[in-house]
């Protein structure tokens, strides 16, 4: 059998990835190696940077996702029982912080200013995280004069925004540190970077770009959990044709000199197209489906190089009842978003530490939800309440009972009596998700995100632009521009490099 | 231009003699202008200065080795006719935990024996890394002149002439060039240097030069470029050759001065500036502590830019969104200095006994990134580095002109020194931050404690009394990559402010800190140019 196009792994970015391929008319033939669709999608808290475009666009609506979005976007506890709030309306967060003791000077009153200068900052990043990169492998004048220019007409904020640390970015805006803490704590989520690490705001402003939120960020969850999403894309691929295999693992791209042929199976079977695209991280792509001859040494070693050491743990628990934060207690409303351990920006300075050394935080920084509370079509029979967390900084090496044990007792601390309520946990280490989903490092975004590992140079200088280094061979997954969480970007953008190199001639399908 | 109120009048008034206001003068000097520099201390050179602090020993009190110096400053203000010798630093001994060393020379050949004795693959990858960051050196060249490439912002035509100038230039580069230059810029210094090589104290010596002077570790991404910055220098057109000066770095600010003096400047010390004057929103001149009153049609500060602009203007004169930007750049000094007088020279247990090259060059106290990553967390727990990261030199080994004979001076660059203590002052612990960096040395260096004359201690609370660097940063501000090129010290600014004729010529400006003179010669063709309306030649500038 001979396709047009082959997507090793149905991760939501190769399912993106395909459905496209197929409207644009290519048979296309998807190869997992789980039994399940979705892949490290499922790790995934809330699902709102999922892009409206690639939504839109594959009619998921029509093939039965349905997102919510309670209002309340963050509540980030105190250890002493205090906490604060931070709902969709800013102006509705802005009154209830200006009676809170632990907002000071005038941070209720910037709120919603400052507010809206993070979402202008974002504004001006989104055409940079909704277009194939640039490439800045130049070797014409004419291309680097290009270049040069779309440098200048980009908003120059940008420059100086995208590079700083999170904790400057945050003192500049506010005097409180809870207030500091709740916010830059997302420019550290999945990744192994500390709240002082030049490019964290570059990872909390692409948040807000690609989910279309201010300070509070978003709190979008799929009906039946982020697993849903998979399903309406698996739908959508199929509705045009295109194929999924689950349980066929690929070990190896088939090529004749530098042209790709198509892939091998475990077992052996061998599947023929002229265009594959890896949905895997780019470390296995480059390293395990090709022979080191294909790529040669120096592509080998920068392969070799990409940083790809995850330091987040994923834990799911079974829960008697709803946990009991006592600065929720008056509004039940509360715990409907994310619910964020990060009660100062000194907290996330010594949660992040121990990734410097390989090591795991005593401490560490968790983000929860609970979501059960929104969607009840998530409660195992029998159970209270499902409580999913994400907890950072992990190692690699990690003992799945010790973190469990660690999330548990901080979850304690801020949830008096949370660990009597737990009659079932699941922790995944990033050993676990290396080894269940197949990224190497287990990385949940593939590659860190970070300044050395961002746009035209995600994952390497030169190959920013989708294309790898054997004709016909993509990568469309989180180790691509614009990087990691569930949007579905990198798999449209390789998309349309495909299908814009299929018009270009450059590449050809079978007949 | 008249004298008014009996206030002397010129052309340029320059605050501070540190060598980038020194330089600036001698430029503005040479182009024909009345120009005055007004130095707050007894002395002039800022950081670049040498004291005699212990009868007979003459310490290079802050800066300690000169590399970045531009080669066409020293060309053009004549600095060798001026008195400026510099003689060569050699070699890197790092002493490793398990009582061996690592010693890295000028000799090429000796050094790939030696790397080879630890990791033969690190022996192959030394070269092939020591010719690409040459490379590297010569690449970004160029960006150290006056028109930093401006990102964003069409409004700016030289800024935009000179980003497709560097793009031009990026495009010639072969692939391995242009990723490393983009690593240089965003990566860790750790991660950049681990990727040729394995041996961890090499390792953890090269990624040092990320850490020097800056508040990040070796592992925080952005401590690249502080490696890319260090290893801009030239010595004879050497590139990554360091130097010192014949009688201390405070040799080079007497250089620079007596060329400025030569071309017509006038040098005053003890005369701190008081406040900076303005008239119709224009800088006007500068009024002394004393009370005396300068005019000057240009007003360039060799002083930061939160001194120049948040503390001697008055307040009131920069716009709510401008003083907030100005409050927004970054300094946090992190380093400090212990200056040592000695009766000899300190044994390093770990060399085979009677080596006497290893003083010509320096020996670098960072056994292992993990060694210097501690050392960071200490300062991020608002405390000095308990085992902290040393750059040790001997000056007199290599000027006996520094000390007494037989006598010596050892200078220890530190690394973390926070500004900020959790707890308690500087003024109660700086004797402990000293007794620390002994201990921290007579771990490799035992019968040093015996050698001791006396000692001086620069913590970053001295070095912001002393030489009026705010914070204690060297640098005048973290070398970030948000308050690099057309970002230093504010998006767009330049060496201009936001008052006209006021303008900046320290190393808050690009391309920042360390014993370059780029600032100060930058600034004055910047002035220049803004005087005659057009730009004019350096070489016209120069003669």
Known sequence: MKYDAIVIGAGHNGLVCAAYLGRAGLRTLVLEAREAVGGMADLALTVGRLSPTVARELGLRRHGLRLVQPEVRVFAPQPDGRGLTLWGDAALTARELADNPLVEGEDADRYATVDGELRAIARSLGPVLSRIPPDFSWTTTRAAMRAAAGVARSDERLWHFMPMAVRDLLEGWFESDALRAAVAARGLLYTALGPRMPGTSGVLLTDAASSNSGLAGQSVFARGGPAAVSAALADAVREDGGEIRTAARVIHVKRTGDRTTGVVLEGGEEVDANVVVSNLDPKTTLLDLLEPEAIGPRLSWRAANIRQAGATASVTFTLRALPVFPAAYDDGRRLRGRILIAPSTRYLDLAMRPSRYGASAEQPLLEMTIPSLVDESQLPSGAGQVARVVAQATAFEADAKAIGDVVTRTLDQFAPGFAELVTDRKVFTPRDIQREYGAAGGHPMHAEVALDQWFEWRPMHGLGGYRMPLDGLYLCGSGAHPGGGVTGAPGRLAAARIVGDLKKGRLKVAA | ?543
């Open chain 2, 1 to 543: 231009m008249a004298g008014g109120r009996g206030g002397q009048s010129y052309d340029a008034v320059i605050i501070g003699g540190g060598h980038n206001g020194l330089t600036c003068a001698a430029y503005l000097a040479r182009a024909g202008l009345r120009v005055v520099v007004l130095e707050r201390r007894h002395i002039l050179g800022g950081a670049t200065v040498t004291e005699e602090i212990v009868p007979g020993f003459k310490f290079s009190v802050a800066s300690y080795v000169v590399s970045l110096l531009r080669p066409e400053i020293i060309r053009e203000l004549d600095l060798v006719r001026h008195g400026l010798a510099v003689l060569p630093v050699d070699g890197t001994l790092t002493p490793t935990d398990d009582g061996g060393y690592l010693w890295r020379v000028d000799d090429h050949g000796v050094t790939l024996r030696e790397i080879r004795r630890h990791s033969k693959r690190d022996a192959e990858a030394y070269e092939e890394y020591a010719l690409l960051m040459a490379e590297m050196a010569r690449f970004v060249k160029p960006l150290l002149g006056e028109s930093a490439p401006s990102l964003g912002g069409l409004r700016d035509p030289r800024g935009l002439l000179g980003l497709a100038g560097f793009a031009q230039r990026f495009a010639a580069l072969p692939e391995p060039q242009q990723t490393a230059f983009i690593q240089l810029l965003t990566m860790s210094s750790a991660d950049f240097v681990s990727q040729w090589f394995e041996y961890e104290p090499l390792r953890a010596t090269l990624s040092a030069s990320g850490i020097i002077g800056t508040f990040l570790s070796p592992r925080t991404p952005g401590s690249a470029y502080i490696l890319l910055h260090h290893y801009m220098g030239e010595v004879d057109g050497e590139y990554r050759a360091w130097g010192l000066p014949v009688g201390g770095t405070g040799a080079i600010s007497g250089a620079i001065a007596a060329a400025a003096v030569e071309a017509g400047a006038e040098l005053r010390t003890s005369a701190p500036v008081a406040r900076i004057t303005t008239r119709g929103g224009r800088a006007a001149g500068v009024v002394l502590e004393s009370g005396e009153e300068i005019r000057a049609s240009v007003v360039v500060s060799n002083a930061d830019v939160r001194t120049t602009l948040g503390t001697l203007l008055e307040p009131g004169t920069l716009s709510a969104q401008q003083d907030a930007e100005m409050r927004g750049y970054k300094f946090r000094g992190s380093s400090g200095k212990v200056n040592f007088a000695l009766s000899g020279l300190p044994t390093f247990s770990c060399l085979p006994a009677g080596t006497t090259d290893v003083y010509r060059g320096m020996v670098s106290i960072s056994p292992s990134i993990d060694y210097l990553e501690r050392a960071y967390d200490d300062a991020v727990d608002g405390r000095f580095s308990r085992s902290p990261y040393i750059d040790v030199g001997f000056p007199s080994a290599i000027d006996p002109s520094v000390a007494p004979p037989g006598k010596h001076v050892m200078a220890c660059f530190v690394q973390y020194a926070p500004y900020e203590l959790a707890e308690g002052t500087w003024d109660d612990q700086r004797e402990a931050f000293g007794d620390t960096v002994l201990a921290t040395i007579a771990r490799y260096a035992p019968d040093l404690p015996g050698l001791i004359v006396g000692r001086q201690v620069l913590t970053p609370i001295d070095i912001e009394r002393t030489f009026g660097l705010t914070e204690g940063n060297i640098f005048q501000g973290e070398l970030l990559l948000e308050q690099l090129f057309s970002g230093r010290p504010m998006l767009g600014s330049g060496y201009a402010t936001p008052v006209r004729d006021l303008w900046l010529c320290g190393s808050s400006t690009h391309p920042g800190g360390a014993i370059s003179g780029a600032p100060g010669r930058n600034a004055a063709v910047a002035v220049l140019r803004a005087r005659r309306g057009s730009p004019p030649r350096v070489a016209e500038a120069a003669a």
